[in-house]
């Protein structure tokens, strides 16, 4: 570009200035206690819970986190420009662009930064999971007007696994609860689970994520309810006021995991910033849409929906993973995703298609009635109705209970709107393929408690069932 035309760009704010590496210009939080007044904590052996938690503790080993960091960037830098008229190529430099959260610097940055450089498959697998939904968070993200470190707030949550599930009961890649799911608009039924729902669980994030920053007036203090709860932000900010103490973040005292949980996501942050100062090899993800949206007009079958589409069940799982058993109920705001280069092909095999679509429909069980003789009189074995229902081996069902069976030929499945609650006679489905019990220690925010957390997947699993076993109080 001629020197006349960069200055003219410059002049109009459509080129900037980037640096190949962050600097650190603080060793120490402001406002942060002693390292010798933190108590002793193994959050491994002895899980704090947050309604309970008193001063402020930090990660093992973060005690002695002082002096320069092996990481740290060298003493000049060398700036490059980026020419903002032009549309980058790489999803990961349009993130970088919208960089907009003020940046951090502590000892507890650095610990974040060193677990995460020295996981470099752990990071390979969240990048390969985040690559198919990334970008459409991104857009709604820049749509609202907000830094774009939020679309990466689910590497935090959940490591961008769509299935993730906690002990308390947390779903999705932004770890919804339950009840703060129905709050935000999140359908939880028989066949279908919003939690999971990639799009509808965004969506819902951020209307979250928008009214907690019209709260607390501070992306921090934003981010910290979403992790702690806002009921519990608000009372130790009180708690502040009452002792004439500053409420800004770094001087709440919060438990151990709300207090890592910025430190996390600016670790992750200027991990996505400059890859090569921690040795990441950090794979492109390109700056386009990955699936479109098809409505469903009519049942299907999810394994007939993969079919007409020439894709496996596993890749359409992935992009659907709020559907909760073989069949996809229709609704009138319900959308399947395929990937972009999918569409044309479902739209001309459902086009050719002149077989039933669903081979299965609701049947409520009498009372006294078994799973037994209901197998019998459908057909079907025992195991196959169980797997069907997401019913472990040694499951039982009670009267009043409906399990989906075998749909009469040529007859109209049907398909009614169940609670989820009704699947199990009032205990959550188990996933039979998809879904793997996680170990989870407290609760999300907007729940009946008011509190939810970021190590509610400590266990996560990628949707080939492979463990990731990110320590807590750590970075995943």
């Known amino acids: 570009m001629q020197p006349l035309a960069r200055a003219l760009l410059l002049t109009a704010g459509l080129f900037v200035t980037v640096h190949a590496s962050l600097p650190r210009a603080a060793e120490v939080e402001p406002g942060e206690p002693p390292a010798t007044s933190q108590p002793s904590h193994d959050p491994a052996n002895a899980p704090l819970p947050a309604e309970t938690a008193g001063p402020e503790l930090r990660p093992p080993g973060a005690e002695?986190?002082?002096?320069?960091?092996?990481?740290?960037?060298?003493?000049?830098?060398?700036?490059?420009?980026?020419?903002?008229?032009?549309?980058?190529?790489?999803?990961?430099?349009?993130?970088?662009?919208?960089?907009?959260?003020?940046?951090?610097?502590?000892?507890?940055?650095?610990?974040?930064?060193?677990?995460?450089?020295?996981?470099?498959?752990?990071?390979?697998?969240?990048?390969?999971?985040?690559?198919r939904y990334l970008y459409y968070i991104v857009e709604q993200v820049e749509k609202r007007g907000m830094p774009s470190e939020i679309a990466l707030l689910p590497i935090i949550e959940s490591a961008y696994n769509p299935v993730a599930y906690s002990r308390a009961h947390a779903s999705g890649i932004w770890q919804f609860m339950p009840s703060t799911g129905k709050a935000y608009g999140l359908q939880q039924n028989f066949w279908y689970d919003g939690r999971r729902d990639v799009t509808a669980a965004t969506n819902a994030a951020l209307d979250y994520l928008e009214k907690l920053y019209e709260m607390f007036g501070t992306w921090d203090l934003a981010l910290a309810s979403y992790n702690w709860g806002e009921g519990a932000v608000s009372r130790a900010m009180a708690k502040n006021v009452a002792k004439g103490l500053p409420t800004d973040y770094r001087s709440l005292t919060m438990p151990a995991e709300t207090r890592n949980y910025m430190p996390k996501l600016q670790a992750v942050k200027n991990i996505i910033a400059n890859p090569a100062q921690f040795g990441i090899d950090l794979t492109e993800v390109p700056n386009q849409p990955y699936f479109v949206a098809v409505p469903t007009t009519r049942h299907i079958d999810v394994k007939l929906a993969a079919k007409l589409a020439e894709m496996s069940v596993d890749e359409f799982m992935s992009l659907n993973?709020?559907?909760?058993?073989?069949?996809?109920?229709?609704?009138?705001?319900?959308?399947?995703?395929?990937?972009?280069?999918?569409?044309?092909?479902?739209r001309s095999n459902m086009e050719n298609h002149d077989e039933p679509l669903v081979s299965w429909e609701a049947y409520r069980l009498k009372p006294g009635e078994t799973l037994d003789r209901v197998a019998t009189r459908?057909?079907?074995?025992?195991?196959?109705?169980?797997?069907?229902?997401?019913?472990?081996?040694?499951?039982?069902?009670?009267?009043?209970?409906?399990?989906?069976?075998?749909?009469?030929?040529?007859?109209?499945?049907?398909?009614?709107d169940i609670p989820l609650a009704a699947l199990t006679g009032g205990s959550l489905p188990k996933k039979s393929a998809n879904k793997v019990s996680r170990k989870g220690r407290t609760i999300k925010a907007g729940s009946q408690a008011g509190k939810r957390s970021a190590a509610a997947t400590k266990a996560n699993t990628t949707l080939t069932g492979k463990k990731n076993a990110p320590p807590r109080k750590k970075p995943r």
Request: net charge positive; no cysteine.
């Open 321 to 346: 993973p709020g559907n909760n058993g073989p069949v996809i109920r229709a609704d009138s705001d319900r959308v399947m995703l395929f990937p972009a280069n999918k569409v044309a092909t479902f």
């Open 378 to 416: 459908y057909g079907i074995s025992v195991a196959q109705l169980k797997t069907a229902n997401g019913i472990g081996l040694k499951g039982v069902a009670g009267s009043s209970t409906t399990v989906l069976v075998p749909a009469v030929a040529s007859a109209k499945p049907y398909l009614p």
């Open 64 to 131: 002695s986190a002082t002096g320069s960091s092996p990481f740290a960037p060298p003493a000049a830098f060398a700036p490059t420009m980026m020419d903002l008229t032009l549309r980058p190529s790489s999803l990961w430099q349009r993130i970088r662009t919208g960089f907009g959260l003020p940046d951090m610097t502590s000892p507890l940055v650095r610990e974040q930064e060193e677990w995460f450089a020295k996981r470099p498959d752990y990071i390979s697998r969240i990048v390969a999971r985040s690559s």
